[in-house]
């Protein structure tokens, strides 16, 4: 990176950087300054005029260039679809890029709903720059009663773990009323995205993009493609027609579960309303390409609940070029499927007839009963507005011929008709280090559901309250990992002190902890070691298999596969699965296997993957579901010690419980005193 020394320092230590004085120049070119006095913002409490705006970062990276300080103003609130705004203006693609659209009205897909918002939008304003660019955010909560932290998902976070946006972990959750200014470097490029990391607020709209480009120069497929525009990011997401509030922990009699009603394709839809047959008229998402021209997307499941998400484009074949900001050796596929916090970038090349096209989206696995779908629209240059052919259905759909991540995960051969994640091959070198025979740990995670169902006594009893969801066949519900419903921390350890004690493990568990037992379920990791997690679906679900994200990696997948009877699994099957892929380690079978930071593991099924621990911190891996994290399916990476961190900036927030011994306060409870004053 081509910073000052003293100067990088002062960014990484300074929590109030609009205090700073910069040198002048450093961050490139301004020709567009901001306005600091504009009537829709208010940038100048907070800016330094070398600064730059969301679309000065939005640029073509340059090898010659200086990083840049990208700063965004994101506002979060509550606010609604169909509202007022919406009689005034009608948003358009080039919305997003904006930190201060022009445009409030949400229309999301025509029904009217309260939702959250990040500056009136949806998705957020899309975050996009250029490899070592300093992004600065000031989150401004303005949610009543509510408190927030954004997580950068996809973002390593390497010598910035204050900012990863875990609250209780890495932070304190920001509180109503206040700011919190994340701060850190785009390091590793890729396609990534930020979501709300407290409590349910990602599904109420509370997610955005975030793009970090490279020059071509430094990217291994730039021969691939020739265009690369800031709007053809594709970020599919559920939708819900209340408030994630309303299911959790979730009715018994109506409409009991957490499957969504809907699927938006950058926030925009339609929707059919079943009890009318009535379909409401708001607009489709449509992506413009030039024909004969090769265009790189990126694609980003920010879905909430357990639906995997199945994505074709009509007539056109998909050139998969990364999967989680990882850049992989190109292989053609017709359909995607992703879980919730899966990216994909593909090359699509406009080889057909100028024309406009169907781009569909399936939510699959579980929710197939209630058959959630989307469509958007894909148009040449110069074609007509809408498609020829008939708008697809969910029960006719669109051709899916060869489909990458299926949910059968069979995935030890190569087949015709599908690819799996561990199937791809990396471009970059794999440290020999990293596939040795035997890792410095291996940890295995057996996951499953604790049920209430024989034991109602047990979650209605009085005095206790444990936490449960209800899910979609009215079972009462919470989760375990090896054996552990996860609690966070009472203070976040990356800045507070608390002991080995306060933190748990299977060989570590409190006493009288009950059944489940909670607690800050917790790994302790050397750093630089290497690192081999298992993790399993010890009691399996129908149709149901579980997306587990890791903060502050990218890790190899070695191994995905499934027990195709379906049956639970033993510890005696999970040590025969761990045997054959030692056969595969020692003869040397995994060659450049790709990397990954979010892994589905399938029902009935397991995943096998490894990662060198050269990134000291507090990294929380978890279920991607949000109903899930709610109850219990985590687990911290504690890797190194803490004089392996960076100081903890100055002024950074503390939080605690507050329990002080009771003893009288007021004068008029002293003895001797019998009046009020």
């Not at 970059?428 to 209430?452: G, M, N, T, W």
Request: charged share 20%.
């Amino acid at each position: 990176m081509l910073l000052h020394g003293a100067f990088l320092v002062h960014l990484a230590l300074t929590c109030n950087l609009a205090s700073a004085r910069y040198h002048h120049g450093h961050s490139g070119n301004h020709e567009n300054k901001i306005d600091f006095n504009g009537p829709d913002n208010d940038y100048g409490k907070y800016l330094e005029p070398n600064f730059s705006t969301p679309e000065e970062c939005a640029r073509a990276c340059r090898d010659d260039e200086m990083p840049r300080y990208c700063y965004y103003q994101f506002i979060l609130e509550y606010y609604a679809t169909m509202s007022r705004a919406c009689e005034l203006c009608k948003p358009n693609n080039t919305n997003q890029i904006s930190n201060v659209p022009q445009c409030q009205c949400i229309e999301a897909d025509g029904f009217e709903r309260g939702m959250l918002s990040i500056n009136r939008m949806l998705p957020g304003p899309s975050i996009q720059v250029c490899q070592d660019d300093i992004i600065v955010v000031d989150v401004r909560n303005n949610i009543e009663g509510m408190e927030v932290a954004l997580h950068w998902h996809g973002i390593w976070q390497q010598d910035y773990q204050y900012y990863d946006g875990v609250p209780f972990l890495t932070q304190c959750p920001i509180t109503s009323g206040t700011t919190f200014r994340y701060q850190f470097t785009a390091s590793n490029p890729g396609t990534h995205f930020y979501h709300s990391h407290a409590g349910l607020q990602k599904i109420d709209g509370q997610y955005g993009s975030l793009i970090v480009r490279q020059p071509p120069s430094a990217d291994p497929h730039t021969l691939l493609y020739e265009m690369d525009l800031l709007t053809h990011v594709i970020l599919l997401s559920d939708w819900m027609h209340e408030m994630s509030s309303e299911r959790f922990p979730g009715r018994v009699k109506n409409n009991p579960g957490q499957v969504p009603e809907n699927v938006l394709i950058n926030g925009k839809g339609r929707w059919k309303d079943p009890t009318t047959n009535k379909t409401t008229s708001v607009q489709l998402e449509t992506f413009v390409v030039q024909a004969g021209k090769k265009h790189r997307f990126r694609m980003i499941n920010a879905f909430s609940s357990v639906c995997p998400a199945q994505m074709t484009i009509e007539g056109h074949s998909l050139t998969l070029i990364a999967q989680d900001g990882e850049s992989v050796e190109p292989v053609s596929v017709d359909t995607i499927v992703s879980s919730s916090g899966e990216r994909v970038d593909f090359v699509l090349d406009a080889n057909q007839a100028v024309g406009t096209y169907w781009i569909q989206v399936r939510a699959i696995g579980e929710c197939i009963r209630f058959s959630p779908s989307q469509v958007a629209i894909l148009k040449y240059t110069g074609g007509p507005g809408s498609p020829k052919t008939l708008r697809p259905s969910y029960l006719v759909g669109l051709k899916q011929g060869v489909v990458y991540n299926p949910l059968d995960a069979k995935c030890d051969l190569p087949r015709p008709n599908a690819v799996c994640p561990n199937q791809l091959k990396s471009l970059a070198p794999v440290a020999p280090e990293v596939l040795k025979a035997q890792p410095d740990h291996r940890i295995i995670l057996p996951y499953r559901f604790h049920s209430y169902n024989n034991s109602v006594h047990n979650l209605f009893k009085p005095g206790s309250y444990p936490r449960f969801l209800v899910a979609a066949d009215a079972d009462h519900l919470t989760s375990l990992v090896d054996g552990i419903s996860f609690v966070f921390p009472q203070v976040p350890p990356l800045s507070q002190s608390i002991t080995q004690s306060d933190t748990c493990n299977r060989i570590n568990l409190p006493r009288n902890c009950g059944i489940p037992c909670e607690c800050p379920h917790t790994h302790h990791i050397k750093k630089g070691s290497v690192v081999e997690v298992v993790i399993y679906d010890e009691v399996s679900q129908p149709m149901l298999g579980h997306p587990f994200h890791l903060h502050g990696y990218s890790f190899k997948i070695l191994k995905i596969g499934r027990f195709a009877d379906g049956r639970n699994i033993s510890q005696s099957d999970i040590a025969e699965v761990i045997h054959k892929h030692q056969m595969m380690l020692d003869s040397a079978q995994y060659p450049r296997p790709a990397g990954k930071d979010t892994v589905t593991v399938p029902q009935a099924g397991y995943v096998i993957f490894r990662f060198k621990a050269d990134n000291p911190g507090w990294w929380l891996l978890h279920c991607h579901f949000l109903y899930h994290i709610s109850i219990g399916m985590n687990a911290i990476f504690h890797v190194g010690e803490k004089t392996d961190l960076p100081p903890v900036p100055p002024m950074f927030p503390t939080c605690h419980s507050y329990t002080p011994e009771v003893r009288p306060t007021f004068p008029y409870l002293y003895r001797g005193n019998n009046s009020m004053r």
